[in-house]
């Protein structure tokens, strides 16, 4: 399974557009890169997932260059409500699928 | 409401008493999973089942046992429960390629 880093934590102001870029270097072929957010008290809630290139949805766009060895989560104008933890995995998220979470990124957005 | 539905929500043992933690999912999924999560941590994968009748170890299995009773539901069982054990659980079911896990809210087990 691709091991991921990110950043532990980060801190914004609301309005701000938020980048949080995550590495997996080992990533394989048919790995997925899979975002998830969790609020403190709560269970991690699926934000984003894709393979390649740009995947936007409502609520955050995914950015993967070529190699794949890389991605960027992009939450546009945060929101005090947006402080969460960010998780970033990678892995055959079929059903079956087995997701290891890593340390996840620290999001404070400040007044 | 259609999700993941965990019981209990809160539990306090003794060392050494055990449990059952409850898991069940009314979406139709296949793949079931087991996840703790210690303070300031990230979650560590228990067990999981990728289908009814099957069960796999995952990160940090000793300590613990699961049954997939049938393919809503998914128990974890603490046969002899010590303080490293207390955490807060999560069971999560994984709808597939394009709608990720569905986490339930979690139980917050403390061992004394």
Request: net charge positive.
């Amino acid at each position: 399974l691709a091991k991921t880093t990110q950043p532990i934590s980060m801190d914004s102001y609301e309005g701000q557009e938020v980048n949080i870029t995550c590495s997996h270097n080992n990533i394989a072929t048919n790995d997925y890169i899979t975002w998830y957010q969790q609020f403190p008290s709560q269970g991690p809630r699926f934000i984003i997932q894709g393979y390649k290139t740009k995947v936007t949805n409502e609520v955050a766009s995914l950015f993967i260059p070529a190699d794949r060895k890389s991605s960027t989560l992009s939450l546009p104008r945060v929101s005090l409500s947006d402080t969460a933890v960010y998780y970033c995995l990678v892995g055959v998220n079929n059903q079956g699928g087995k997701l290891i979470f890593g340390q996840g990124t620290e999001l404070s957005v400040k007044p | 409401n259609a999700g993941v539905t965990q019981t209990p929500k809160f539990q306090v043992l003794k060392t050494g008493q055990s449990m059952t933690l409850q898991c069940a999912q009314d979406m139709n999924h296949n793949s079931m999973y087991w996840y703790r999560q210690d303070p300031g941590m990230g979650l560590r994968l228990i067990y999981y089942s990728a289908s009814e009748g099957t069960t796999d170890k995952g990160e940090v299995p000793n300590g613990y046992n699961v049954s997939r009773l049938n393919k809503r539901e998914f128990s974890l069982r603490l046969e002899s429960a010590a303080p490293s054990q207390t955490s807060v659980y999560f069971c999560a079911s994984n709808g597939g390629a394009y709608y990720g896990y569905t986490f339930g809210s979690g139980t917050r087990l403390t061992v004394v």
